[in-house]
Each structure stands twice: as C-alpha cells, then as structure tokens.
C-alpha cells in the first residue's frame, strides 16, 4: 500500500532462529503497530509504538520485541521462532492513536516457521 | 472485558441478493467503531468510522449503521466484487490501539 511497506513479503525460518520484520512509511505517522493474523482468532495486536523509542505490549507480546528508533522504521524480532508463530503480520500506520481516520495496513508478511 | 464479535463467520449472497453482517461490541466508553474490507493476500482496507448510536454511513452498495450495542453493515444488490472479509474494530478505553472482530467472510456468486 502506498506509503507503508512491509518487508520480506514471504519467510521460511527454522525453530530457534531469530527473526526481523521491517515495517517503513513514509507518511510521517508517530502511530505504528504490529499485529499477527490467525485462522480463527483475527487481528491481535503484538507491540505498537506511539513515538520514537515509545512502544508498548499488546495482547500476544511473548517471543516477541519491538524497536523504533526512527519515526519511518518499526521492526518486530522473534528472538527464536516457534511454530506457534508461524502467521501473517501486518503492520499498521496511524496519525492518530485512537484511530478515528482509520488505520493503513501494510500488505503483510507471510511467515512460516518449521 | 473488551470484546468484538462478528456474525456470520461466512456468508454465500446470489448476485443481486441483499443482506447484513453483524458487529457486537462491549467497551466502556465507545469513542468509535471501525469498519475494514479485506482481500486475500491484502492487508485492511479502511471502509468507515461510526462515532454515535443513530449514525449512518454509506458507500456505494455498502452502509454502516451503528447502535448502543452493534454494528450492521448492509450490502444491496452485491456483485461477486464485494467478495472479501469484512472486519470491525473499536478502540478499547483510554487506549491508542484497535481490537478486532474475527470477521465475516462475504461471498458473492454471480
């Protein structure tokens, strides 16, 4: 989608490696999140960001960190992959946090962890 | 605790064949409820913000009506471009984040 890219698009990982999601805009947004898409249970939200070196938990953060230390770039870790996180994740823009213009989705990744 | 849930988990619409998709929500203090479209292999798509009970929204054969307790979002006369997931979110209390319904997954035939 314009303005938000996600990278890679596709992964394949082993158990117990570390992985880096990418999530950039170029909207000049301060709201950025993560969240994981699963048959059966929807959107949840892993981490988000409110700011610069600002980020908090959402409601599935175990496995995984987060960093922003630019307004453009927020990169989601799984310190050592399971299967369990084996998802989609899509990260999600904002200029306002309660989201009342709606929020910008990026195209997502497709990671698979064996 | 704040929840969303969506009904029907899937919906099978003949062209032409009107119908709506349920959106339940309880949250202290709804500052908002969310309306996405979502297609395969995409990420959301924004559809519509509805602040207050009583409020409608419209776009093209989609609307969104919203009450103290749920959303409906009616689809006249859909063609098999409507196919897709439709999702809802609302804004927990105090918070700068969504939580999202599970969604309806919406087929049309022609």
């Known amino acids: 989608d314009a303005g938000i890219t996600q990278s890679p698009r596709h992964k394949v990982t082993e158990t117990g490696t570390p992985v880096t999601l990418r999530c950039h805009q170029t909207?000049?947004?301060?709201?950025m999140y993560w969240y994981r898409q699963d048959p059966g249970h929807g959107l949840r939200l892993i981490h988000y960001?409110?700011?610069?070196?600002?980020?908090d938990k959402g409601e599935v953060s175990d496995g995984y960190s987060v960093s922003r230390s630019k307004t453009e770039d927020f990169l989601l870790t799984l310190e050592s992959a399971t299967s369990s996180q084996t998802s989609v994740y899509f990260c999600?823009?904002?200029?306002?946090?309660?989201?009342?213009?709606?929020?910008?989705f990026g195209s997502g990744t497709r990671l698979t962890v064996v | 605790e704040d929840q969303v849930t969506q009904s029907p988990e899937a919906l099978r619409l003949q062209e032409g064949e009107s119908s709506s998709l349920n959106c339940s929500y309880t949250v202290s203090g709804l500052r908002g409820l969310f309306w996405y479209r979502q297609d395969p292999g995409k990420g959301p798509e924004f559809l519509f913000t509805l602040y207050s009970a009583g409020e409608e929204k419209e776009k093209e054969r989609l609307k969104a009506t919203l009450t103290k307790k749920e959303s409906f979002l009616h689809i006249t006369a859909p063609k098999p471009e409507d196919s897709a997931t439709y999702l809802c979110a609302v804004p927990p209390y105090n918070t700068d984040k969504l939580i999202f319904g599970t969604g309806t997954r919406l087929q049309v035939f022609p």
């Open positions: 960001s409110y700011g610069v070196k600002d980020t």
């Open positions: 909207e000049n947004h301060r709201y």
């Open positions: 999600a823009i904002s200029g306002h946090g309660q989201g009342d213009y709606g929020y910008t």
